[in-house]
């Protein structure tokens, strides 16, 4: 309403303007008055959490909702997870999120406070420097792949390949096409046709397929959702 009507007024729009308030108060009384007493118990809805601590409804209730719907990889993942209490994300934008995550450190003592523009900003990254918790596993044995996006920069001296991962397929800027996306596969640029969710699914997949004979680890970045 406040958007499209004009901005002159008159009689005719103040009457409307007083309409406008007084339905909108007898809206938010009704929504006061259809909630529980304060200090009323919550509704005893079981609920779960992911192995990254997101929220996810209980198995039960997602049957019920959802006769057709099962989730045994989930509930699988809750029961021998780790389930994070304490969790935050520093900033509300992809970029310095993820140096977070990558460096356990904020976004401002790394250089980056915004995402990653990679023709406004194109030397900028995430310094190879800055040790991460991927390189940490990797000097320890570990097996490293990434698969998806990595938005921490574009040149070479950014590369995932340089911050702790063995193995990289996927996207270096902050986007690509929902379908038939151009990937960085084997080291080279190359057109792959799919959807771009299906795409990263089959190689995070072929990646834990691999014969191995020790520990691996394995980042898969969607784009969508991120």
């Avoid at 007898?26 to 009323?40: C, F, K, Y």
Wanted: proline share 8%; with cysteine; hydrophobic share 35%.
């Amino acid at each position: 309403f406040w958007c499209i009507r004009s901005s002159r007024k008159g009689p005719t729009l103040e009457i409307i303007d007083m309409l406008i308030l007084i339905a909108f108060t007898v809206v938010l009384m009704v929504a006061e008055l259809s909630l529980p007493p304060r200090g009323a118990p919550d509704a005893p809805v079981q609920r779960e959490r992911s192995a990254a601590g997101t929220p996810v409804a209980g198995s039960h209730y997602i049957r019920n909702a959802y006769p057709d719907a099962h989730t045994p990889n989930m509930d699988r993942l809750f029961r021998e997870g780790a389930y994070l209490v304490n969790s935050f994300t520093t900033t509300p934008v992809c970029s310095p999120s993820r140096a977070s995550l990558m460096a356990s450190r904020y976004g401002t003592e790394l250089g980056i406070t915004d995402w990653i523009h990679p023709r406004r900003e194109p030397e900028l990254g995430l310094d190879p420097a800055v040790v991460t918790w991927p390189e940490v596993l990797q000097q320890n044995g570990y097996a490293t792949g990434l698969v998806g996006k990595w938005h921490l920069g574009v040149p070479q001296q950014y590369h995932p390949t340089r911050t702790g991962f063995d193995y990289f397929m996927g996207f270096l800027e902050g986007g690509t096409k929902v379908k038939d996306p151009v990937l960085e596969k084997d080291g080279q640029k190359q057109k792959i046709e799919g959807l771009t969710v299906d795409i990263i699914t089959d190689h995070a997949v072929d990646f834990l397929k691999q014969d191995r004979d020790k520990p691996f680890l394995l980042c898969v970045h969607y784009r969508a959702p991120h």
